[in-house]
């Protein structure tokens, strides 16, 4: 069974989750409508991979005989100056979803609750990457700067991106 301090904290982030999911909606329906297809695809598939993370606390907390609780999602912001804006408002908000897990973390050891712990590894390795990727593609943008042959390069870059299923859910389906 999941502890109610533990339970109360993995809901909290399943609404940080789709929190992201809407963010990144928010951004792929901006740039959709700015012109940007590549950039808006961009976010589309990050859009996805929210609701994945999301999907995964879901159907842990009903593993573990807990009970989700869905909240309210909060307002997102609407609009950018530029896909530089919007990637670095990414690795911002990525950070703190990173600062969060990491305090998931520590209430699963404080709590003893290994399972959750466990289950959280994924979770950090993930946001490694998600860094990872909005750092590189912060350093592209920043390289190109106003150049439209470059810019234009760089949005066919990521309309190549597609979505790939999460490990943690690919292995549910078992
Ligand atoms: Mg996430």
Known sequence: MLTNKVQDALNAQINAEFWSAYLYLSMAMHFEAEGRAGVANWFHIQFKEEQAHAQIF??????????????????????????????????EHEQKVTSLINE???????????????????FISEQVEEEDNCRQLIDKFRLVG??????????????????????PLASSAE
């Not at 842990?60 to 990637?87: C, H, M």
């Not at 998931?104 to 994924?122: I, P, V």
């Not at 106003?146 to 490990?167: F, S, V, W």
């Open 58 to 91: 879901m159907n842990y907390v009903n593993q573990r005989g807990g009970r989700v609780e869905l909240k309210p999602i909060d307002a997102v912001p609407t609009s950018w100056a530029s896909p530089l804006d919007a990637f670095k408002a990414t690795l």
């Open 104 to 122: 998931l973390f520590a209430l699963a050891e404080a709590e003893h609750d290994y399972a959750t712990r466990d289950r959280l590894t994924w």
């Open 146 to 167: 106003d150049n439209g042959m470059g810019l234009y390069m760089l949005d066919n870059e990521l309309a190549a991106r597609t979505y790939t299923e999460p490990a």
